[in-house]
């Protein structure tokens, strides 16, 4: 397991991009995967920079977690913010259009549709996220 601390801000979501994807080149991570990570990684670490710790800036932990039998990846990502739970959200309606729809959820509903799982859980004071995608 690897892991990187920075501040939750958007001006870090190309390292933390640059750290995970390290890691899956490494795992010889096929390039779609490897674009569907980078735009989950985009989505969620923006939301933590944007939402946790509003309007104050707070530490943020990202964990890459290679799994075996079969080959996938895990990435975590750790905020102290405030709690919130992604996934408790009802999926949006993507048969109505853009302006029905309103706004808001397209962007964790992508994460979802793309990654083989996606958990959440609040514990001892912390926002934890998991994405796993198999290889």
């Known amino acids: 397991m690897k892991e990187l601390n920075v501040e939750a801000t958007i001006e870090n979501i190309t390292p933390v991009t640059d750290f995970v994807d390290a890691e899956l080149e ?9 674009l569907q990570i980078n735009v989950a990684i985009d989505e969620l670490f923006g939301n ?3 939402y946790a710790y509003n309007p104050e800036v ?4 990202v964990r890459v977690e290679v799994v075996e039998e079969p080959l ?4 975590t990502f750790i905020d102290n913010g405030k709690p919130f739970d992604p996934l408790a959200k009802e999926d949006p309606d993507v048969t109505m259009s853009a302006e029905e729809r309103g706004i808001g ?5 992508m994460v979802k549709k793309t990654m083989d799982d996606v958990r959440y859980e ?7 996220l998991v994405i796993k995608k198999n290889l």
């Open 26 to 34: 490494a795992l010889g991570c096929p390039m779609r995967a490897m």
């Open 48 to 50: 933590i920079a944007n």
């Open 58 to 61: 707070g530490p943020a932990t």
């Open 72 to 75: 996938a990846v895990e990435i």
């Open 105 to 109: 959820g397209l962007g964790i509903f």
């Open 122 to 128: 609040y514990k001892d004071g912390k926002n934890i």
